[in-house]
């Protein structure tokens, strides 16, 4: 079974810095997906970026890039400038390359960014 | 952009009642339809995943018999928790899943249920 291990519990930024939130995972599969969600205080989850296992090139999304290190199976979010919106909960997820039932995800235990002036 | 409803957002039953959570997807034909819970502070965990018009699949722990699951049609998926207890309050996602495309996952609102 696959498992994702977020190590930061709480994180702070000050607004227009940059801030880097950790995430490792552990599979035995070598093609999947992984994402980072957002859960503000709305508790709606909010798709941040995804990533594919095969894909050497590290996603990015305006202000929001990962590092993906697929031999140390590690999945890094950065924020770039960040803003007061960015405060929220961020979820590391895995997902199988497989359809049916084996697509679900897996979430990792979430980190909550506080974001100061 | 896909979007997925829950109805209702909040819900207040009686211990020993049963309670009906509704998730559609809006715009799209979801697949497969996903129900999490959530406890304050948190991960999503996984409740069970299903397939329209089969039955769902349960993930270990999770009572079939007590949260029941109907994907009944491709835009509507329903949780129903029966004989609620407190300890069954908490907030229910649900996700959906369209066939045309094989990642993505669009979550629904939530539905916080509190059971008194």
């Known amino acids: 079974a696959q498992t994702v291990t977020q190590s930061q519990p709480e994180m702070s930024v000050q607004e227009a810095e940059t801030v880097t939130l950790s995430c490792t995972y552990d599979t035995s599969e070598s093609d999947y997906y992984l994402f980072w969600y957002k859960q503000p205080p709305s508790r709606q989850m909010i798709l941040v970026i995804r990533q594919e296992a095969y894909k050497q090139q590290n996603a990015t999304e305006n202000r929001f890039s990962v590092n993906f290190q697929k031999a140390a199976k590690s999945f890094s979010l950065k924020i770039s400038d960040s803003q007061l919106g960015d405060a929220a909960m961020y979820f590391c997820?895995?997902?199988?390359?497989?359809?049916?039932?084996?697509?679900?995800?897996?979430f990792g235990t979430g980190t909550r960014l506080q974001v100061t002036l | 952009g896909a979007v997925v409803s829950q109805h209702p957002s909040r819900v207040i039953c009686k211990s020993g009642t049963s309670v009906k959570i509704e998730c559609r997807s809006l715009?799209?034909?979801?697949?497969?339809m996903f129900w999490y819970r959530q406890f304050p502070k948190q991960s999503l965990m996984l409740m069970a995943t299903s397939n329209e018009g089969s039955k769902a699949t349960y993930e270990q722990g999770v009572e079939k018999d007590k949260f029941l699951i109907n994907h009944a049609s491709l835009t509507l998926s329903t949780l129903t928790v029966t004989s609620a207890h407190p300890e069954d309050s908490s907030f229910y996602i649900c996700s959906a899943r369209a066939g045309r495309t094989l990642y993505e996952q669009y979550f629904g609102p939530g539905t916080r249920l509190t059971v008194t």
């Open positions: 997820a895995y997902r199988s390359f497989e359809t049916g039932t084996a697509s679900k995800l897996t």
């Open positions: 715009d799209f034909q979801a697949t497969t």
